[in-house]
């Protein structure tokens, strides 16, 4: 509806019985001023465009404009290269059921029906729909919002179509939504009613970037932000002065904003706002690949959306080692998730590190960088070895422990990742730190020199 052509009083008395018990309080608009991008080439193109409806085609990359006095433009999103195409009717929204086929979806206010459109012929393709009786409307008040939300994101059954269209009247505000068989003509069934508590709907914009359903209300000034069943998440007042006939919301999601475009009834105005907020989620990097995130580098993707190299957790203490599964000692925290926080690991319940235990244990650099301590408890007989990521590896030597039997050693060989258990001079093994095999064994009486001679001997160092 043109509401210029109502006076100001008429308008007035329209909104002031029409408003319903709506206390749902409306935001500060917190985008900016705006700039009107039909002034680049669509005034001068197509000066007599009527703003009525606008979508965004992010595959063709082009805003779709409705004008209601039949016209259709596809332009850029800086509002130059406008290509124009007419239909006859009313056509008042504008909705995209698939985007990049260039098959768009024309809501006809008067007439009450939905009909596709082809802009790559220019034409209607002849299908449409009769979506009157599924709505209340008024005269000059029909259905003069729409937009497409597709399955996953509504909470309806899936459609054979790909989502389901919500067509909402003006004259009340109620949302149809509506199984429209997209490949056959006049097949359409009705899913659901919302009613969204205000009247005047005058366009519809869902964004599955955002999982959010956008809602102009002309007469109020307004956009509201709706989930997908009709829950009222936020509501703004909208900069005043112009007629929001259509509204389409283009999200960065990388920047955690959008912008805005609101077809301006009247006359060749689309207007464009910037620095809209929307929800993101934060991800972060896994640059070793072991589906555990640095907490220090993050990103900003679209809700529920995903970005390569990063992870939804922010669990890794260390990035650039493998140790999902590992318990990582004195952070305070369970890494592990077996609800015990910074105990020790053992090859039975964590398994051998899946970095550390990759390595070569000859490599006689590794005491002091891949593994920073060892240690043997006299009491129980167990070696500790403590690896350049924190975690702490308990390994079971001599099972028993070794209470009353004093003198134990534990000791690396050469500086490498074997090390050499002993005790009372008699009695000789040699372990992998990296996964506590045991690699050697010996009896007979040695001094610690000439035992570390017999363990370079067997390991070849
Ligand atoms: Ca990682
Ligand atoms: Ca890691
Ligand atoms: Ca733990
Ligand atoms: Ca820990």
Redesign the pocket.
């Given at each position: 509806m043109n509401t210029r052509l109502f006076s100001g009083f008429l308008l007035a008395l329209i909104i002031a019985s029409l408003a319903p018990a709506h206390v749902f309080a409306s935001s500060a608009w917190p985008a900016s001023a705006g700039t009107d991008i039909g002034l680049v080439s669509l005034a001068a193109t197509v000066p007599a465009f009527d703003a009525s409806g606008v979508a965004y085609d992010s595959v063709l990359g082009k805003l779709i404009g409705i004008g209601d006095d039949g016209d259709i433009i596809t332009m850029n999103t800086d509002g130059s290269g406008v290509t124009a195409y007419t239909v006859s009717g009313d056509p008042e929204d504008v909705a995209i059921a698939a985007e990049g086929s260039n098959v768009i979806y024309l809501s006809d206010e008067n007439a009450g029906t939905v009909s596709a459109f082809d802009l790559a012929t220019g034409a209607l393709t002849g299908k449409s729909w009769t979506v009157s009786s599924y709505i209340t409307t008024a005269t000059r008040q029909g259905i003069e919002a729409m937009t497409f939300v597709p399955n996953g994101y509504h909470p309806y059954a899936d459609s054979t179509s790909g989502g389901l269209f919500y067509v909402g009247s003006q004259y009340n505000g109620d949302i149809a939504v509506l199984d429209i068989d997209t490949s056959t003509s006049g097949s359409v069934s009705l899913i659901d009613t919302i009613a969204t508590g205000r009247t005047d709907l005058s366009g519809l914009n869902w964004n599955s970037d955002t999982q959010m359903l956008y809602a102009a209300y002309d007469g109020y000034d307004l956009l509201a932000e709706l989930k997908s069943d009709g829950t009222l998440v936020h509501e703004y007042a909208m900069p005043t002065g112009i007629d929001q006939e259509g509204v389409t919301v283009i999200p960065n999601c990388a920047a955690g904003s959008a912008d805005v475009y609101v077809a301006d009834d009247g006359a060749p105005n689309v207007w464009k706002y910037t620095g809209y907020p929307i929800d993101t989620d934060t991800v972060?990097?896994?640059?070793?690949?072991?589906?555990?995130?640095?907490p220090s580098l993050t990103a900003s993707v679209c809700v529920g959306g995903s970005f390569a190299g990063y992870?939804s957790n922010s669990?890794?203490t260390?990035?650039?080692?493998?140790?999902?599964g590992i318990e990582i000692g004195g952070d305070g925290k369970d890494n592990d998730g077996d609800g015990v926080v910074d105990e020790y690991n053992m090859i039975a319940s964590n398994g051998a590190h899946p970095y550390y235990s990759t390595l070569s244990a000859a490599d006689t650099s590794a005491y002091g960088s891949t593994m920073t301590s060892v240690r043997i408890v006299q009491k129980t007989g167990a070696l500790l070895v403590t690896l350049g990521d924190a975690s702490v590896y308990s390994y079971t030597v001599w099972s028993g422990g070794w209470r009353g039997r004093p003198w134990m050693t534990a000791v690396s060989v050469k500086n490498s990742a074997y090390i050499l258990v002993s005790y009372n001079f008699s009695s000789r093994r040699i372990y992998n730190a990296y996964d506590g095999s045991l690699v050697a064994s010996g009896r007979g009486f040695m001094t610690k020199t000439n035992a570390q001679v017999w363990a370079a001997s067997v390991l070849g160092l």
């Amino acid at each position: 509806m043109n509401t210029r052509l109502f006076s100001g009083f008429l308008l007035a008395l329209i909104i002031a019985s029409l408003a319903p018990a709506h206390v749902f309080a409306s935001s500060a608009w917190p985008a900016s001023a705006g700039t009107d991008i039909g002034l680049v080439s669509l005034a001068a193109t197509v000066p007599a465009f009527d703003a009525s409806g606008v979508a965004y085609d992010s595959v063709l990359g082009k805003l779709i404009g409705i004008g209601d006095d039949g016209d259709i433009i596809t332009m850029n999103t800086d509002g130059s290269g406008v290509t124009a195409y007419t239909v006859s009717g009313d056509p008042e929204d504008v909705a995209i059921a698939a985007e990049g086929s260039n098959v768009i979806y024309l809501s006809d206010e008067n007439a009450g029906t939905v009909s596709a459109f082809d802009l790559a012929t220019g034409a209607l393709t002849g299908k449409s729909w009769t979506v009157s009786s599924y709505i209340t409307t008024a005269t000059r008040q029909g259905i003069e919002a729409m937009t497409f939300v597709p399955n996953g994101y509504h909470p309806y059954a899936d459609s054979t179509s790909g989502g389901l269209f919500y067509v909402g009247s003006q004259y009340n505000g109620d949302i149809a939504v509506l199984d429209i068989d997209t490949s056959t003509s006049g097949s359409v069934s009705l899913i659901d009613t919302i009613a969204t508590g205000r009247t005047d709907l005058s366009g519809l914009n869902w964004n599955s970037d955002t999982q959010m359903l956008y809602a102009a209300y002309d007469g109020y000034d307004l956009l509201a932000e709706l989930k997908s069943d009709g829950t009222l998440v936020h509501e703004y007042a909208m900069p005043t002065g112009i007629d929001q006939e259509g509204v389409t919301v283009i999200p960065n999601c990388a920047a955690g904003s959008a912008d805005v475009y609101v077809a301006d009834d009247g006359a060749p105005n689309v207007w464009k706002y910037t620095g809209y907020p929307i929800d993101t989620d934060t991800v972060y990097a896994d640059a070793d690949g072991d589906g555990l995130g640095d907490p220090s580098l993050t990103a900003s993707v679209c809700v529920g959306g995903s970005f390569a190299g990063y992870v939804s957790n922010s669990d890794d203490t260390n990035d650039t080692i493998p140790n999902a599964g590992i318990e990582i000692g004195g952070d305070g925290k369970d890494n592990d998730g077996d609800g015990v926080v910074d105990e020790y690991n053992m090859i039975a319940s964590n398994g051998a590190h899946p970095y550390y235990s990759t390595l070569s244990a000859a490599d006689t650099s590794a005491y002091g960088s891949t593994m920073t301590s060892v240690r043997i408890v006299q009491k129980t007989g167990a070696l500790l070895v403590t690896l350049g990521d924190a975690s702490v590896y308990s390994y079971t030597v001599w099972s028993g422990g070794w209470r009353g039997r004093p003198w134990m050693t534990a000791v690396s060989v050469k500086n490498s990742a074997y090390i050499l258990v002993s005790y009372n001079f008699s009695s000789r093994r040699i372990y992998n730190a990296y996964d506590g095999s045991l690699v050697a064994s010996g009896r007979g009486f040695m001094t610690k020199t000439n035992a570390q001679v017999w363990a370079a001997s067997v390991l070849g160092l």
